[in-house]
C-alpha cells in the first residue's frame, strides 16, 4: 500500500481507538493490536519523516480529556513510556542509556507497571488539595471530589511533607482483581453495561462525574514518582520518603545494578503475576539516580531513562465460530464457544465457557461474532466482551436447546437459579461426566480414564452404570476404536488397583451434591465406613465438622434413592475395599483444615519445625511462598521479603502470640 495513504489510515485509526480508551474507556480492540498499529505508524514515520507531523498519534499520549471536568495543567507534562516488547528491545533501551551516559553498566529500579490510570495529587502544607487525570498529558482533567474518596490515600501528611507548600506526586489508580469480579456481578444484576477489564473499571469509575458513585467503587492508588515541592538524588530514596510518610508506595520493587538483574526482576514479576491481586502489563525499569535521569533528559513524549518491559499480551480478539452445548455430571447443561484457534497468554485457545443461559444473554454473543478473551486467573478461557463495531449483519443469536443435546430428554430451568438441567434418567453425557469424575485423579485415580476415554466407554454401551467399568472384559475393550491390547491391559490393571481405595476418595467419587474432597474426608473419618455412613441421620451428620444442614440433606437424599444404595451394593459386589481411615482426619482437632500458612522470620518461644508440626496436626499446610492463596503470614523477628509481599497481597499477617491463639482455638 502507499505508504502516505497508510499513514493517514493508521493515524485515524489510533485517533478513534484512543478516543474510545482514553474518553470513552470502552476499547474496542485489544492493547497487542492498538500497539502494532502505533508501532507501525513509527516505523513508516521513521522511514519517510516527510510524512510526520505535529499532530500524529506518535507525537502525543492519550486524548482530549472529557468536556465535563475541568481542565487542569500539568507542569512538567505527564509522560508516557516507550515500551520494549521483548529481551532484544530491552536491550537496546540499556545500550541507548550506557551510551549517552557514556557508562557500562547502570543501577535500574524495576516496579511492576500497574494497569490502571495515571494521576496527579497535590498536597499543600501536608493537606490534599487536588486531584488529576493524565488527560493527554499536557492537561487533565480536575477529578479532586473523586480522589479524596480513594480509601488508601492520605488526606493530610504529617512530618516534613506537612512543612512543604507544594508537593505534587504521580501514580496509578487501579483496580483489584477480586473488586472487579464483585462489581462487574454488581453491575449484571442491575443490568448495567460490564467493564471489560479492571483498567477500564478503574478508568470508568475514577472519571465519574458523580463523587458519591466513585466512593461506592473499590479503587486504590500506588504512587511512584515527585513531580513538585522536593527533590532526590535517587528514585529508591524518593520511594522511601513517600513510604515514611505513609504515601501508598507499591513494596514490590527491586534495585537493580545492570540489565542481567533486569531480566530476572522480569522473569520473577511475570512468574508471580497470577497470585498477585492486581493486573500488571509489564514491567517499568528507571533509571535510579537522579542526576542521570537529568543528563538523558527525554524525547518527544517518553523520558529516555524508562522503559515499560511490556508482559506478553492476554488479552486477544478471535471470532466465535459455533455455540454448543455440553452436559455435566450432575446433568447442568453449560453453552461453551467453539472459537477460531489464538494464542493467549502461551496457551492455544479454541473453547470458552460461557457459563449459563443468563451470562451468554447478558453478554449479548452471537454466532459469529468478534470478541475479546482472556484466560482467566491463566487457566479457564473466558470471553470478556463481543466486538460490536464489527459485526456485519450474519451473525446469528443463540437459543438454547429445549431437549438434551445429548440424550434428547426434556430440559428445564431450576426456578429462581441460572440453571438448566437434563430430565434424562440415562442420559450418556451425565454417566460418561459421572464416569470420568469417578476415575479422576483426586477421586479413584484410575489413570488414562480421561474425559474422551469415558465418553468412548458409554457410548459403546461397555458402561451403562457406573460399576460395570469392574467388569470390563478384556476383547470388548481391546477391540474398540484407538484402544488396542496395550491400553486395554494398562486400564484394567489401573481399574484393578483402584480397587483398594480409602474410603473419602470412594466417598468423593460417588459424585453427591455439595460433597467436595474435603468433607468426603471429615464424613469418612467420622463414620469410618461405608454402612454407617448410609445409615447416619440428620442430627448424626449435622454434628460433623464442617456438615451444614444443606449438605446433610444432600447426603440424606443421595442415600436414600434406592438406584444409589443398589450401586454402592454392587461396588462392593465387586470387590471394592476400603483401607483404614486416619480417625484424625475426624475435624475435631482439624482447626485449621485447609489453611494456608507462611512463616516467616524468627520465632522466640518455638522453633518453626515445632510451629510447622503442630499446625500440620491441625490440617494446615505449612508453605514456602507467599501468594493469594495464603490464609496467613505469620511473621516472627527479622521477617524479611514475605512479610513484604503478604503486605502487598492485603494478607493477614499474625504475631507469635496470635499464631498461639489460633494453634488453641
Ligand atoms: S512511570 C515519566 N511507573 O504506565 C514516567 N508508570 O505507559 C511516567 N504506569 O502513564 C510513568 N505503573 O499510567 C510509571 N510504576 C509505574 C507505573 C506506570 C503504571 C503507567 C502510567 C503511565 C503509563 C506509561
Known amino acids: 500500500m502507499n505508504p502516505t ?36 505508524l513509527e516505523f513508516l514515520e521513521k522511514q519517510y519523516p516527510h510524512l510526520k507531523t505535529a499532530d500524529s498519534p506518535t507525537q502525543y499520549v492519550g486524548s482530549a480529556p472529557k468536556e465535563t471536568f475541568k481542565k487542569t495543567p500539568h507542569s512538567p507534562p505527564m509522560l508516557s513510556l516507550a515500551n520494549a516488547f521483548n529481551k532484544a528491545e530491552l536491550d537496546e533501551f540499556n545500550l541507548r542509556v550506557c551510551e549517552l551516559l557514556a557508562e557500562t553498566s547502570v543501577e535500574y529500579v524495576c516496579e511492576p507497571k500497574l494497569d490502571g490510570l495515571a494521576i496527579s495529587v497535590v498536597y ?35 512530618g516534613e511533607a506537612a512543612l512543604l507548600p507544594t508537593l505534587e506526586l504521580r501514580g496509578e489508580v487501579f483496580i483489584q482483581k477480586a473488586d472487579f469480579q464483585k462489581l462487574n ?29 466513585v466512593a461506592t467503587r473499590p479503587l486504590s492508588v500506588f504512587l511512584y514518582e515527585v513531580a513538585n515541592g522536593k527533590t532526590f538524588t535517587s528514585h529508591l530514596h524518593k520511594l522511601q520518603w513517600m513510604e515514611a510518610h505513609g504515601l501508598p508506595v507499591n513494596p514490590l520493587r527491586s534495585h537493580a545494578k545492570g540489565l542481567e538483574a533486569v531480566e530476572t526482576a522480569y522473569q520473577q514479576l511475570l512468574q508471580a503475576r497470577g497470585t498477585l491481586p492486581y493486573e500488571m502489563d509489564g514491567l517499568v525499569v528507571k533509571v535510579d539516580s537522579t542526576a542521570l535521569r537529568e543528563r538523558l533528559g527525554e524525547a518527544s513524549k517518553n523520558p529516555r531513562w524508562a522503559v515499560a518491559y511490556k508482559f506478553p499480551s492476554e488479552e486477544v480478539e478471535t471470532r466465535v465460530e459455533d455455540i454448543q452445548v455440553g452436559v455435566g455430571r450432575t446433568g447442568v447443561l453449560t453453552p461453551f464457544a467453539l472459537l477460531r484457534p489464538v494464542m493467549v497468554g502461551g496457551a492455544r485457545v479454541s473453547r470458552a465457557t460461557l457459563h449459563n443461559e443468563d451470562e451468554l444473554s447478558r453478554k449479548d454473543i452471537q454466532i459469529g461474532d468478534w470478541v475479546f478473551i482472556r484466560r482467566a486467573g491463566d487457566v479457564i478461557p473466558e470471553i ?9 449483519g450474519l451473525e446469528r443469536p443463540f437459543s438454547f436447546p429445549p431437549l438434551c443435546p445429548s440424550c434428547q430428554a426434556p430440559v428445564y430451568r431450576v426456578p ?32 488414562g480414564l480421561g474425559e474422551q476415554r469415558a465418553e468412548q466407554l458409554v457410548a459403546s454401551g461397555l458402561v451403562k452404570r457406573l460399576v460395570d467399568i469392574y467388569y470390563l472384559n478384556f476383547d470388548k475393550l481391546a477391540a474398540l476404536p484407538r484402544m488396542g491390547e496395550k491400553n486395554s491391559q494398562k486400564l484394567l490393571a ?21 460433597v467436595g474432597e474435603v468433607t468426603a474426608k471429615t ?15 440428620f442430627e448424626e451428620l449435622t454434628q460433623v465438622h464442617d456438615v451444614g444442614p444443606e449438605v446433610a440433606r444432600e447426603v440424606l437424599e443421595h442415600f436414600a434413592n434406592p438406584n444409589n444404595r443398589q450401586l454402592i451394593g454392587d461396588f462392593l459386589a465387586a470387590g471394592i475395599a476400603f483401607v483404614a481411615e486416619n480417625p484424625a482426619n475426624a475435624s475435631g482437632g482439624h482447626t485449621l483444615l485447609g489453611k494456608r500458612i507462611v512463616l516467616t522470620g524468627t520465632l522466640s518461644t518455638m522453633s518453626r519445625e515445632e510451629a510447622k508440626a503442630e499446625i500440620e496436626k491441625r490440617g494446615g499446610k505449612v508453605t514456602e511462598t507467599v501468594s493469594a492463596k495464603t490464609n496467613w ?28 491463639h489460633l494453634l488453641e482455638s
Open 416 to 447: 429462581n437459579q441460572a440453571i438448566t438441567r437434563c430430565t434424562g434418567l440415562s442420559c450418556p453425557a451425565q454417566l460418561s461426566a459421572k464416569l470420568c469424575h469417578f476415575a479422576s485423579r483426586i477421586a479413584m485415580n484410575i489413570e
Open 633 to 660: 503470614v505469620v511473621a516472627g523477628e527479622n521477617a524479611g521479603s514475605k512479610l513484604e509481599k503478604a503486605k502487598a497481597l492485603g494478607l493477614h499477617i499474625l504475631d507469635e502470640q496470635q499464631l498461639k
Open 5 to 40: 495513504l497508510r499513514v493517514a489510515e493508521l493515524k485515524s485509526l489510533i485517533a478513534y481507538h484512543n478516543h474510545r480508551y482514553y474518553t470513552l474507556d470502552s476499547p474496542e480492540i485489544s492493547d497487542a493490536s492498538y500497539d502494532a498499529c502505533l508501532r507501525e
Open 523 to 537: 464424613l469418612s473419618a467420622t463414620f469410618q465406613n461405608m454402612e454407617a455412613l448410609m445409615q447416619a441421620n
Open 185 to 213: 456481578t454488581l453491575r449484571a444484576q442491575q443490568e448495567e453495561p460490564l467493564f471489560a477489564n479492571p483498567r477500564n473499571a478503574a478508568a470508568g469509575s475514577l472519571r465519574q462525574l458523580d463523587a458519591r458513585v
Open 124 to 158: 499543600a502544607q501536608g493537606q490534599l488539595i487536588r486531584g488529576a487525570t493524565r488527560g493527554n498529558g499536557e492537561v487533565g482533567e480536575d477529578i479532586t471530589p473523586n480522589i479524596l474518596t480513594l480509601q488508601n490515600l492520605p488526606k493530610k501528611l504529617e
Open 384 to 392: 470478556i466482551a463481543p466486538i460490536p463495531s464489527r459485526r456485519t
Open 494 to 514: 489401573a481399574i484393578e488397583q483402584s480397587k483398594t481405595c480409602r474410603l473419602a476418595r470412594f466417598v468423593f467419587a460417588l459424585g453427591i451434591h455439595q
